[in-house]
């Protein structure tokens, strides 16, 4: 199978990613609020920092494939194709001149190497970059430098454009219009691909009116999946994934799905930023959920959905469906100050490698030392760079086979 996806923590044996671009570098300080970052990294340190992180799942045995690659890979098997992908990526780039959109296509066809091509996509595109003839006041008064198409930072954080599970993918409709245009590249490697095309099932359309994001999707087990409601995915999004998922015998075992209403802010964007699974019966969590919260658990009721509201703890939820008592890790320990200080830079957003094994950010050392109080083997990772994009190791990865639970 080329996605087999049937928990959070069970080992992991093929994962994609992408290395940061020079699209970090085409970040500025005013449109850093609309990107979704919080500064500017130094890119030459968060590719170093990027490769460590490859190389430690390496070192595991696990498999790496880039996503600039796989996009590449599919592009190539058809030049069709590629003027097809070209077409569409900048229909959706925003751009509303007509002499532009040629312009920028012939500049994207101008490269010989496609995957040169794929990673221009990602960087962005500068009005002074494109082959512009014409004289109108437009013209005359747009700024050279300023950017006719914008880069896409947040690549790296391949959790969140679709998310695994079952035997395929939520392909996602995303809640912002710079992270959306990332979707296409997983629609065209997962539609035309040919290891992809017609070997795994797709739960989610990207065209769908609903918006969800990976983040809030966790593969609790083979049967049930948690997806957050969240500043990212919207109710009827997960109504729609239910209707997929728990009417779909032959390709999703999906029995139950349970909707945790998070708090709806950007600290919190995602479930995975709030909570992660990194043992059989042990999470990370922000203590700041820690109280009551609403979990919807939505089931197959003959040719219906049932949705019952559960008013719970998240550890009396977890150790119900889980069938066994759980152990919550509070992210920062007691201290208020070190858990928002080490929340905020992902201290809760682990990437579960094998049961009680898990790669973190290594600046979150209060968390990761309550983990190996824990009996947890912590993988620590250098983080100063990267997390300047407000997502940890679990962010910047999206499984597509993990060994299935024995
Ligand atoms: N799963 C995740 O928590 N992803 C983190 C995404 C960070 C990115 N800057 C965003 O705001 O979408």
């Not at 609790?220 to 779909?248: C, H, P, W």
């Not at 015998?249 to 995975?272: Q, V, Y």
């Amino acid at each position: 199978m080329v996605i087999d996806v049937r928990s959070e923590i069970m080992p992991l044996k093929k994962v994609l990613l992408h290395r940061p671009g020079k699209e970090l570098e085409n970040l500025t300080p005013d449109t850093l609020e609309r990107l979704l970052f919080d500064d500017i990294p130094y890119l030459e340190v968060a590719q170093k920092e990027h490769d460590r992180f490859a190389e430690i799942l390496r070192e595991n045995g696990i498999e790496v494939v880039y996503l600039e690659d796989l996009v590449a890979e599919t592009l190539d098997q058809d030049e069709n194709l590629k003027v097809q992908f070209l077409k569409e990526f900048i229909d959706e780039a925003n751009v509303k001149v007509d002499e532009e959109k040629e312009a920028l296509f012939k500049l994207y066809m101008s490269y010989t190497d496609t995957k040169e091509m794929v990673l221009k996509t990602m960087e962005g595109v500068k009005y002074n970059e494109l082959d512009l003839h014409s004289n109108d006041l437009l013209s005359h008064l747009r700024d050279s430098s300023e950017l006719v198409v914008d880069p896409m930072p947040n690549l790296y954080f391949t959790r969140d454009p679709f998310a695994s599970t079952q035997d395929g993918a939520i392909l996602n409709r995303m809640y912002s219009v710079t992270r959306n245009r990332e979707t296409l590249y997983a629609y065209y490697i997962f539609n035309y691909h040919k290891d992809y095309k017609g070997q795994m099932s797709l739960f989610y359309d990207r065209k769908n009116p609903f918006h969800i994001e990976g983040g809030d999707v966790l593969n609790i087990s083979d049967e049930i999946l948690a997806i957050g409601i969240s500043q990212r995915t919207q109710a009827g999004a997960i109504d729609k994934v239910a209707k997929n998922m728990l009417f779909n015998k032959e390709h999703s075992n999906i029995k139950t799905i349970l909707a945790f209403d998070i708090p709806n802010n950007r600290a919190m964007m995602h479930l995975d930023t709030v909570f992660t699974q990194i043992d059989y019966d042990k999470f990370s969590v922000h203590p700041g959920i820690l109280g009551t919260l609403r979990v919807f658990e939505l089931t197959r009721d003959n040719d219906s959905i049932k949705t019952v509201e559960k008013v719970g703890t998240l550890e009396e939820i977890l150790s119900e469906y889980l069938g066994k008592k759980v152990t919550l890790i509070p992210c920062g320990g007691n201290d208020r100050i070190a858990a928002e200080r080490e929340q905020w830079n992902d201290g809760s957003n682990t990437l579960c490698i094998a049961p009680g094994t898990v790669v973190v950010y290594d600046r979150n050392t209060v968390t990761n030392r309550l983990m190996r109080e824990h009996g947890i083997n912590v993988i620590e990772m250098p983080s100063a760079e990267l997390s300047r994009g407000r997502g940890g190791p679990r962010c910047m990865s999206m499984p597509l086979v993990r060994e299935r639970i024995k």
